[in-house]
């Protein structure tokens, strides 16, 4: 797996580097082409080896994604842990919990890229909708149905775009969906009252 691999290849940074490549990416956060020329210019200037230093803000990044997504930094650790690095704690557990402790330190970091997140959107949906399906699975021999699943697809047609946009999701997926839109609901309701006063 990529992220571990790249976690193992950070063994190869010393704290000192580390620390230093924390405070770069909370300054320069590698959003436009010139950062990156910026940043190898950095490494270059600090005997940093560019392609590990890479490797360290690919995670990052990765790490950030998890946060957007999840709206919680402890969500978004929690979730990484469980799914990727239990397995593989042994070969990266050093470079983890350095990576975990640090994370305040990026606060910087993180809000700039969730505000490139919410910039890079569509400016809106030309349909939507939303199918229910069944599916049968049989067994080896292909003669006897052994259960079904019940997979919900969703099929996005963003505007000024060619393409459609289609999710396979499950039940407990759609109920997370709808739990994120009844509190999006909520807040903007909030959001209302608090202006109207």
Not at 18 to 38: G, R, Y
Request: one cysteine or more; charged letters at 30%.
């Amino acid at each position: 797996m990529k992220f571990i691999d790249d976690l193992v290849e950070l063994n190869k940074l010393k704290k000192e580097e580390l620390d230093l490549l924390l405070n770069e990416f909370n300054k320069n956060p590698l959003l436009e082409s010139l950062d990156f020329a910026n940043f190898e210019s950095f490494c270059a200037n600090n005997n940093i080896d560019i392609d590990v230093a890479g490797k360290f803000y690919s995670i990052l990044a990765y790490i950030c994604r998890f946060f957007i997504k999840h709206r919680s930094i402890s969500i978004g650790i929690e979730k990484i842990e469980e799914s990727i690095i239990k397995p593989h704690y042994k070969d990266v557990d050093n470079i983890w919990i350095y990576i975990k402790d640090n994370i305040p330190n990026l606060k910087d970091f993180i809000y700039l890229r969730k505000e490139r997140d919410l910039h890079n959107v569509n400016e809106g949906i030309s349909s939507f909708n939303i199918y229910c399906d069944v599916r049968p699975l049989y067994d080896i021999s292909r003669k006897e149905i052994v259960k079904y699943t019940f997979p919900i697809i969703i099929s996005i047609q963003p505007e000024e775009a060619n393409e459609r946009i289609v999710y396979e999701i499950n039940e407990q997926e759609l109920i997370e969906i709808k739990d994120d839109v009844d509190a999006a609901i909520g807040k903007l309701e909030l959001l209302k009252k608090s202006l109207k006063k």
